[in-house]
C-alpha cells in the first residue's frame, strides 16, 4: 500500500515538473545555507583547535596580566617605567619552585617579552624579544633548523647570544656566524628556529630568543620577570594550574595578584563567537527551510483543489481518509527530500568555492549533510500536515460533483 502510494506521489510531481523544481527552490536554498555555514563554522572550529595544540594544549601561563594572547610585549624603552611591571612580583625564583614543587607540572620557564629597534644585515629592523631559559624549546616544542636554542651555559656566562625565528629577513641566515645588534649590543646568532607558518610570513619583525640573565642583568637592569610558562603533565591541566597558584599565594602570603591562563583559556572567547555566529546563521538558513515549507503548502493546496473530483472518485471507491493523508503527505516529504538532496549537493559547491575564493577553511562534514536532509524531511512533514487535513474533509459526495 505505501509503495503504490509513494508511486502515485512521484506521478503526481511529475505531472507538472516545473511547478515541482520551483516549489523545491526554497528547500534547496536552505539546506544548502545551512550546510555550508555549518561546514565553514566546522572549520572555524579545527582551525581554533589545530591553532591549541600548536602552541599546546597542555601548556598555561602565569603572569599579572593576559590580553588578547599570552606574552604581551611591553617596549623595551617603557620596560621599567611601566606601571603594570612595577606591581609584578613574579621572580625566576618563582619560577624554580614550580616544577620541584608542583608534581602535575612538568617544566615551567620564567620569561621577558619585550622589543627593541635592532640592527640586522645593515638595515633597521624591528625586533620582538623573548628572554628565557632552556626549558622554554620543550614546553613550546620548539624545531631548531640549524644550530642551536639558548643553553644553561649561555645563562651562566651571560653570553650575548640568541637564537632567531625564521622570517622573511632571517630565512638565508647562518647561524654562528651572522650577528644582529639589539639596541647597543652584539648577539651572536647561535641557532635558527623553525616557524610555526605554513610558509615564511612577509612579516619583517625578527623574534629573537635570548638568555634570561642577559635581559635581565645588562639589559633591563631588573630581577622582575614578565611571566611563566609552564607545562603540565598530560591530562593534568586543571591540577597543575590550581597547584602553581597555591604555591605562588604561599610563597608570597597571599599579597601577589596573578592570574593563570591556559591556552585554551585565550581562544575560549573566540571559539565562542565562531559557534555563536555559527549558530546565528544557520538560524537565518532554517527561515529559508522555513520559507520553502510554507511554498509547498501553497502548492500541495492548490494541488488538493485541482484534484477535488479525484479525490471524491477514490474516497468513493473505498479508499480511506488515512491513505489521502499519506499520500499528500508522501508528496510533500518527496519535495523536501529531492530538495534536500540538491541541497547538499549545493551546499558542498558553495562551500568548496567560498574556501577557494575567500581562504576560509571549511570541513565538508557528514553531520552537515544528516541536519540539512533531517531539516528538509520535518519541514516536509509539517507543512504536509494542512493540506492533508483540508483533503480529508472534503465531503466525497459533493467532490464528485466538483467541475
Known amino acids: 500500500m505505501i509503495r503504490a502510494t509513494f508511486l502515485i506521489s512521484l506521478m503526481a510531481l511529475r505531472s507538472n515538473v516545473l511547478r515541482s523544481i520551483l516549489t523545491m527552490s526554497g528547500i534547496i536554498i536552505g539546506v544548502a545555507a ?137 630565512k638565508y641566515c647562518m647561524p654562528q656566524n651572522c650577528f644582529i645588534y639589539i639596541g647597543s649590543r652584539k648577539f651572536r646568532i647561535v641557532g635558527v628556529i623553525k616557524s610555526n607558518e605554513p610558509k615564511l610570513t612577509l612579516n619583517r619583525l625578527i623574534t629573537v630568543h635570548m638568555p634570561l640573565t642577559v635581559a635581565q642583568i645588562k639589559m633591563l637592569g631588573s630581577r622582575t620577570i614578565h611571566s611563566i610558562c609552564c607545562e603540565s603533565r598530560e591530562g593534568l591541566l586543571e591540577k597543575a594550574k590550581r597547584q602553581v597558584e597555591t604555591l605562588l599565594y604561599s610563597r608570597n602570603n597571599g599579597m601577589m595578584k596573578f592570574e593563570v591562563h591556559s591556552v585554551r583559556d585565550v581562544f575560549a572567547t573566540k571559539e565562542t563567537m565562531t559557534r555563536t555566529a555559527t549558530m546565528v546563521t544557520a538560524g537565518i538558513g532554517m527561515l529559508s527551510l522555513f520559507v520553502g515549507g510554507i511554498g509547498i503548502m501553497n502548492i500541495l493546496l492548490a494541488s488538493v483543489f485541482e484534484r477535488i473530483k479525484e479525490i471524491g472518485i477514490r474516497r468513493s471507491v473505498g479508499a480511506r481518509k488515512r491513505d489521502i493523508v499519506l499520500q499528500l503527505l508522501f508528496e510533500s516529504v518527496i519535495f523536501s527530500v529531492i530538495g534536500g538532496i540538491f541541497g547538499i549537493v549545493l551546499g558542498m559547491i558553495t562551500t568548496k568555492l567560498i574556501s577557494i575564493v575567500i581562504s576560509l577553511p571549511a570541513v565538508l562534514s557528514l553531520e552537515g549533510a544528516i541536519v540539512g536532509i533531517v531539516a528538509s524531511t520535518v519541514t516536509g512533514l509539517i507543512f504536509g500536515i494542512y493540506p492533508a487535513i483540508k483533503a480529508v474533509k472534503l465531503d466525497p459526495i459533493e467532490s464528485l460533483r466538483y467541475e
Not at 602552541?55 to 617603557?78: C, H, K, Q, R, Y
Open 34 to 170: 545551512v550546510i555550508t555555514v555549518i561546514s565553514i563554522g566546522k572549520g572555524q572550529e579545527n582551525k581554533i583547535e589545530a591553532q591549541i595544540h600548536q602552541m599546546g594544549a597542555d601548556v598555561f601561563w602565569v603572569g599579572m596580566f593576559f590580553p588578547s594572547t599570552p606574552g604581551s610585549i611591553i617596549p623595551l624603552n617603557e620596560f621599567n617605567r611601566s606601571n603594570l611591571l612595577k606591581s609584578i612580583s613574579l621572580t625566576s625564583r618563582d619560577a624554580e619552585f614550580i616544577p620541584k614543587c608542583c608534581t602535575a607540572v612538568r617544566w615551567a620557564a620564567p620569561l621577558i617579552m619585550t622589543n627593541s629597534p635592532g640592527i640586522f644585515k645593515n638595515k633597521l629592523v624591528g625586533i620582538n624579544i623573548i628572554a628565557t631559559i632552556p626549558e622554554y624549546s620543550k614546553i613550546r616544542a620548539l624545531s631548531i633548523v640549524s644550530g642551536r636554542y639558548i643553553t644553561d651555559e649561555d645563562l651562566k656566562l651571560l653570553l650575548d647570544v640568541c637564537a632567531i625565528e625564521e622570517n622573511i629577513e632571517t
